[in-house]
């Protein structure tokens, strides 16, 4: 397997508004799943050990959004409706990152 120092990591995010991320987790001897890390700068970074979003097969899991303002990480200012649309926000961008829309959402 190839190995990826976290020095070249950084170079490419300069460069990238996402990167994805290929492993394989077998399933059985005869299947495996595809899982693919999504990631953009255009949201607001995981805060925790989990990822933005991660693609298996035809299905995209997000991980939950609240109103962070992505430069700041802080949550934007203006009560909840503003909150609601930033997180919204955030989470168009993400869908963005994996070539999705809000029309592919089912819930």
Do not use: W
Not at 69 to 93: D, S
């Amino acid at each position: 397997k190839p190995v990826i120092s976290a020095e070249h990591i950084s170079d490419t995010l300069q460069y990238c508004d996402h990167i994805t991320i290929v492993t394989s987790v077998s399933v059985n001897m005869s299947n495996s799943l595809r899982r693919v890390i999504i990631a953009t700068k255009k949201a607001p970074d995981a805060i925790g050990p989990y990822n933005q979003a991660v693609q298996v097969g035809n299905t995209l899991y997000i991980s939950g959004q609240i109103g962070f303002v992505p430069e700041t990480m802080e949550v934007i200012k203006g009560g909840v409706v503003t909150e609601a649309k930033q997180a919204l926000t955030n989470m168009g961008h993400i869908l963005e990152a994996a070539n999705c829309n809000f029309d592919n959402v089912v819930k």
